[in-house]
Every structure is written in structure tokens, then in C-alpha cells.
């Protein structure tokens, strides 16, 4: 039993209906305007994150995914490839007896009564990105049990760390205009908290979206300058030349028709005056920009997926070996990480509550829950050959698998080694064959027709000449 589970049977907590953390109305400023960012901005946000303020860090977050297309798109592949996976259990880890497939068949039930599990997992998974996420679960009684309906996303400015590095979420009163924040241990069976953490750095700043600032940062002005050499460098320049003697009236009015002058304009010109497209040569002010966005670019995958081959192919192509190498080593492994955290937050905060506050159904034992895991779409099926099978090398679960089949687990058989089929025939009656009809006799008389060979020119001692003495002259057929 989780520590978690033992406090709160001790505690005698009940279930806790109904919800706390209402959604703010739309029209309520919900967050500070980044839109004028400077580099200089960003790091007092990363600098005030580091001593436990995140409000204006969940808001730069939020703005860099809203609308930077590269840092949006990169980050929701992993959490999209892991949530969009089958959520599945493993039976074979359960307590073996007779409540065990209740427990399996409880689990598949609670996830198919979670009307919003998408969004919702996509709101958990999110601290992936920002360092935590919190959840409230929405409780209801459905046919006897005490059942999770929804999972509604706590909005992750209103969320932080106390003191003792407990989360808390502020509670908004929606007739003063005040709020208050509320500890998530006061009231363990009401909160969902993912936290997955890094190796040496503190949870609010492991989020993977923290080293994605700075590139961002300088991608927004860099982009700024690209888009000022465009305006500059990539029109064509119009010069007039008008001779020596003009008038300062015609070098006016010259200059008047060619600011006028759009596409669809048409002109006379007399004596010596005359227009001139000057074509810009220096179009590398504007390409050394979008080089140097593409190299931030890269930057901002490698922090997401850690390898950019997979994403970036740049402009000097890339190696399929060689990106299909980082997606195993790399990549994979990362994705690997996120569903396995995040099943483990379901299994001890969603799935473990819910079997404990209906011990009931269970003969009023607090049941162990069956071990979700994500069965991510994409990954590579073991391959299984007949060399395996003979060498009895192989399970009916991995059979299975190899197959795109849900394993049955130990009870269904399906540690069992697979025996060759030539090896464990079951004795099935052997099938006598019908007996075999008697041919019907040749006719007493035959009849002859005409030769039906083409004559061939050919000479007589060709093997296809008609008048080889060994050509069959009719086939015989019955009257």
C-alpha cells in the first residue's frame, strides 16, 4: 500500500464531491502581456523563477507555445505520441485470485468513464514542459461506486510551490474578486499532481521548456531583422536619370511618377531621361538571419527531443541511418520516460484512490491496482521467427505482440513457451479420404476427325513438321 493511501485511511478522509477550482471567465485578464519580450526581460522572469515566482513564467510559457509555430509543433509530438497511445494493464503484475480480473475489468471501466481523458492527459502531461501540473478530479456515485468522471486542468499560473515544497492552487471567490491558496495535501483525494523532475535541478525550473527561452528570445528579434532586410533588399531599387540641363521642375516631377509607379502603371519618357531597376547583390544580409533562426531552431528541438535530425534536416541534408539512430538512443528513450511517469502518476492518484474508496466491491479489501502502461504507437514489434519457436525461446504474450495483440497475462496462458506446431500436433482423428470413383470404360469404338495441326513450313526433319511420321493423326473421342 502507497504511503499516500495509508495517510489517507488513517485520516479518514472522504471523498470530496463537487469542485473548487472554478475556470476564471474569459473576459477576466488572465495574464501579463509579453508581446514587447527583451532579452533582458526574459532573464529577470528566469531569475524571479528561480525563487519561487512563476506566475509571469507560466505566462511567457504560454506565449511562446501560442505563437511560435516550431516550439508548439515540437513540443506536442512527444506528449501527443504518448497520449494518443493505448492506455492498457498488466494483468500479470496483480494479486492473483479471484478479484484480480475485477480489479482489471474496474480500471478499463474508470478510464472509459473519463469523458474528457484526453484533455485531461494532455493538461497532466504539460508538466513536462513547465515543471507541474495539478489536476482536480471530479467525483460522482455511478451504479453504487464512488467513480472519477473528469479531471479538470488546474491553469498553471495559479499553481506554485509552498515553503516545504508542498503545491498549492488559488481558489478564487467569485463574489469578492479575492482568492486564497489552498495546500493539494489537505485534500489528497480532490488533486491530481504530476511532477516528473530532473536529474540536479529543482521541480519548478526542470520543465523542458526552460532552455527554450533564450533561443526563443533571440529567434523573435532575429526574425524582426530578417523581415527589415526583406523590406529593404528584396524590392528592386527604380533610379531615374535625367540629363545635366534639366529643370528642377522635371527632376520633381520624376521623382513624383516613380514613387506612383505600381504595376500597371505605364509611361512615355523623352530626351535623355531614362529609369533604372537597380536589383539588390546583397541578398546574404537576409539569408545570414534566416540562417541563424534555423540555427535557434535547432537549439529549441534538441532541448524538446534531444536530437534534431529527426526534425531539422538543414540545409546540407542529413543521414536516415543516422537520425533513426538518435530517435532509438535519443528520442525514444525520452518518450519512454514521459508515459511511464505519467502512468505512474495515474496509477498511485487515479486508479489507486479510486479502489480504495470502493473496498466494498472488493470484500472490503484495499485492492493493489493493475499497472497501466502506455503501449506507444509507432514503436517496432519484436520480430519473431520460426528459429525462435523451434528453440523455444519465445512466450504466447510475445507471440502476441509481435502481432499487435494485447497480451493475456499469466493467468490465460500467456507466459507459456510457444512449442512447435510439428512438435505438439494434438491428436485430432484422422479424415479418411472418399473413396475414389471408378473412370468410365473407353467406348468400344473410336471415333476419327481431321488433323487440327497447322502445317508448319518447316523442314521434315524439323521435331514440329506435320509430316513427321510420329504426328499424331486424330484423338479419339467417344460417340
Known amino acids: 500500500m502507497s504511503p499516500s493511501i495509508a495517510r489517507i485511511r488513517k485520516t479518514g478522509e472522504k471523498v470530496p464531491f463537487g469542485r473548487v477550482a472554478n475556470a476564471q471567465p474569459l473576459t477576466h485578464w488572465t495574464g501579463n502581456d509579453m508581446t514587447g519580450m527583451t532579452p533582458s526581460h526574459a532573464v529577470s522572469i528566469m531569475k524571479r ?37 493505448p492506455l492498457l494493464f498488466d494483468e500479470s503484475k496483480v494479486d492473483s485470485g479471484p478479484l484480480a480480473a475485477k480489479v482489471v475489468e474496474f480500471q478499463r471501466e474508470s478510464l472509459e468513464l473519463l469523458w474528457n481523458y484526453e484533455s485531461s492527459a494532455m493538461g497532466i502531461a504539460h508538466a513536462h514542459g513547465i515543471g507541474m501540473a495539478i489536476g482536480e478530479k471530479e467525483w460522482r456515485r455511478v451504479r453504487g461506486a464512488n467513480r472519477v468522471v473528469a479531471i479538470h486542468s488546474v491553469n498553471p499560473r495559479n499553481t506554485r510551490f509552498a515553503n516545504d515544497w508542498v503545491p498549492e492552487v488559488r481558489i478564487f471567490d467569485g463574489d469578492s474578486g479575492g482568492y ?85 502603371s505605364a509611361g512615355v519618357i523623352e530626351g535623355d531621361t531614362r529609369i533604372e531597376a537597380i536589383n539588390s547583390n546583397a541578398s546574404q544580409t537576409g539569408d545570414a538571419h534566416l540562417k541563424f533562426i534555423s540555427a535557434l531552431e535547432v537549439q529549441i528541438t534538441k532541448a524538446i527531443m534531444g536530437s534534431a535530425l529527426n526534425v531539422d534536416g538543414g540545409t546540407d541534408g542529413g543521414s536516415y541511418a543516422m537520425a533513426k539512430s538518435q530517435h532509438s538512443t535519443t528520442i525514444a528513450p525520452r518518450i519512454q520516460s514521459i508515459s511511464d511517469s505519467l502512468a505512474e502518476t495515474f496509477r498511485e492518484q487515479w486508479f489507486a484512490h479510486e479502489l480504495m474508496v470502493n473496498d466494498h466491491l472488493f470484500d472490503g479489501r484495499v485492492m493493489e491496482p493493475a499497472e497501466p502502461y502506455f503501449q506507444i504507437i509507432g514503436e517496432e514489434r519484436p520480430q519473431v521467427d520460426q528459429i525462435a519457436i523451434d528453440a523455444g525461446a519465445v512466450t504466447v504474450d510475445e507471440v502476441r505482440a509481435s502481432k499487435g495483440l494485447e497480451p493475456w497475462g499469466a493467468e490465460k496462458g500467456g507466459d507459456r513457451i510457444v512449442a512447435p506446431i510439428a512438435k505438439s500436433a494434438p491428436g485430432f482423428a484422422r479424415i479418411e479420404a472418399p473413396p ?19 502445317r508448319l513450313p518447316l523442314s521434315k526433319t524439323s521435331r514440329t513438321s506435320s509430316a513427321l511420321m510420329t504426328q499424331i493423326d486424330s484423338v479419339p473421342y467417344g460417340k
Request: hydrophobic share 40%.
Open 436 to 454: 475414389e470413383e471408378a473412370p468410365p470404360p473407353f467406348p468400344a469404338s473410336r471415333a476419327s476427325r481431321r488433323q487440327r495441326q497447322m
Open 180 to 264: 486564497d491558496w489552498v495546500r493539494v495535501d489537505e485534500e489528497p483525494l480532490r488533486w491530481m499532481v504530476h511532477i516528473p523532475g530532473s536529474v540536479g535541478l529543482e521541480p519548478h525550473l526542470a520543465g523542458i521548456l526552460f532552455p527554450c527561452i533564450i533561443p526563443w528570445n533571440l529567434k523573435k528579434y532575429a526574425t524582426g531583422y530578417s523581415q527589415q532586410a526583406l523590406e529593404r533588399w528584396a524590392t528592386p531599387i527604380l533610379l531615374g536619370i535625367i540629363g545635366d540641363n534639366a529643370q528642377d521642375g522635371a527632376v520633381n516631377n520624376l521623382r513624383d511618377a516613380l514613387e506612383n509607379l505600381t504595376a500597371s
Open 49 to 85: 523563477a528561480e525563487r519561487g515566482y512563476l506566475e509571469d513564467l507560466f505566462d511567457l510559457f504560454a506565449y511562446m507555445l501560442r505563437t511560435d509555430s516550431h516550439v508548439r509543433s515540437t513540443y506536442e509530438t512527444p506528449l501527443r505520441t504518448v497520449i494518443g497511445s
